[in-house]
């Protein structure tokens, strides 16, 4: 008896992962990402805004941007961004979709502040994944701030990691 209430305990978990994630391709895209469910999600001008709800919303974004170009030129330029307030922490090499893909990470250097002047809880942090294609390139980013940014880590590289490319 016990180990039929285990089956069925580990059925029903099993279950309600499955329930937790919804997919999207763009109209004539050659990609899918899946992601939180519970997310709130934007499209437009080729790009996929996701946002997780309540409180952590307000501390973190993630985005997906289609590019035309060359992605080694994109980015270069983005590491030249990188300034005493926003520092280049990490620069390195990742797989996405099976692809080579420049890994890039900053942190900002000084405390930021809300719209009314306070202190935010920081440091905020951007990461990129510029993943090359055929024609153009994708970038999967994210910015945030704060322990709801830090607790969510797991579900944007699972968001990258879902990244599924195809031909057009």
């Known amino acids: 008896m016990r180990n039929a209430l285990l089956v069925l305990l580990a059925a029903a978990a099993a279950s309600a992962a499955g329930i937790d994630s919804a997919r999207f391709s763009p109209p004539a895209g050659d990609y899918a990402v ?11 001008m080729r790009t996929l805004g996701l ?3 309540g409180q952590d919303g307000k501390q ?17 330029a983005l590491a030249a961004k990188a300034s005493a307030v926003k520092k280049l922490e990490a ?3 990742a797989t996405v979709a099976g692809l080579k893909a420049s890994r890039l990470e900053f942190v900002e250097t000084v405390p930021l502040k809300s719209r009314v002047g306070g202190p935010l809880p920081g440091p905020a942090r951007e990461v990129f994944y510029v993943v090359p294609r ?9 910015e ?10 797991p579900e944007l590289e699972k968001i990258v990691a879902s990244l599924k490319l195809s031909p057009r």
């Open 34 to 44: 899946e992601y939180p469910s519970a997310w709130r999600k934007s499209y437009g």
């Open 51 to 53: 946002r997780p709800p």
């Open 60 to 76: 973190l974004r993630f985005r997906l941007e289609e590019h035309d170009g060359d992605a080694k030129a994109f980015v270069e």
């Open 91 to 93: 620069r390195t090499e």
């Open 134 to 142: 055929e024609k153009g390139f994708l970038v999967l980013a994210w």
């Open 144 to 153: 945030g701030f704060g322990e709801g940014a830090r607790r969510r880590l």
